[in-house]
């Protein structure tokens, strides 16, 4: 499965399509699958003092713990999961981006407790906007349909009021 997605890392926006032979989720969920591999790259310097400013690779490789958010705007991104049906927007704060959209905690379960009960390195977040914090090139106002958000790099969300 091939499709455009956007890796968000703390000092690069890497765009591509997703090279893996294996489906999305399973890559994604598998420990034993430390990189993501992204065809028909462009990476992009975020520091707007870089001296190099853009990039373009046939591939480009990019550790997992390196990722703080993965993109998807096209309509693959509806099929890769099966979420809850309540929606409820909130915020997400990460050392470089804040994130707003929607998280999906099940049944009646508080929105704070959303990160103990999920498992997985990522939580999901639909229609999101993501904002830079700092200096950065063209990202601010980024959106996607889906953004697969790191835990290990949220600093903390709330729901937005």
Request: with cysteine; charged share 15%.
């Given at each position: 499965?091939?499709?455009?997605?956007?890796?968000y890392?703390?000092?690069y926006?890497?765009?591509?399509?997703?090279?893996?032979?294996?489906?999305?989720?399973?890559?994604?969920?598998?420990?034993?699958?430390q990189?993501?591999?992204?065809?028909?790259a462009?990476?992009?310097?975020?520091?707007?003092?870089?001296?190099?400013?853009?990039?373009?690779?046939?591939?480009?490789?990019?550790?997992?713990?390196?990722?703080?958010?993965?993109?998807?705007?096209t309509?693959?991104?509806?099929?890769?999961?099966?979420?809850?049906?309540?929606?409820?927007?909130?915020?997400?704060y990460?050392?470089?981006?804040?994130?707003?959209?929607?998280?999906?905690?099940?049944?009646?379960?508080?929105?704070?407790?959303?990160?103990?009960?999920?498992g997985?390195?990522?939580?999901?977040?639909?229609?999101?906007?993501?904002?830079?914090?700092?200096?950065?090139?063209?990202?601010?106002g980024d959106?996607?349909?889906?953004?697969?958000?790191?835990r290990?790099f949220?600093?903390?969300?709330h729901?937005?009021?």
């Amino acid at each position: 499965m091939r499709f455009p997605i956007r890796v968000y890392t703390l000092a690069y926006l890497i765009s591509g399509r997703f090279a893996s032979n294996d489906a999305f989720l399973t890559w994604l969920n598998n420990p034993n699958k430390q990189t993501l591999d992204l065809a028909e790259a462009h990476i992009l310097a975020l520091d707007p003092q870089a001296k190099i400013e853009r990039v373009a690779q046939p591939m480009v490789t990019v550790p997992k713990g390196q990722i703080v958010a993965i993109g998807i705007s096209t309509p693959e991104g509806d099929a890769l999961l099966t979420l809850p049906s309540r929606a409820e927007l909130a915020v997400l704060y990460t050392p470089r981006y804040v994130i707003q959209g929607y998280l999906h905690p099940s049944g009646d379960m508080p929105l704070s407790n959303l990160l103990n009960v999920t498992g997985g390195t990522f939580v999901p977040v639909t229609h999101a906007q993501l904002h830079a914090l700092v200096p950065t090139r063209e990202i601010s106002g980024d959106t996607a349909r889906l953004i697969m958000v790191n835990r290990a790099f949220i600093d903390c969300y709330h729901p937005r009021l």
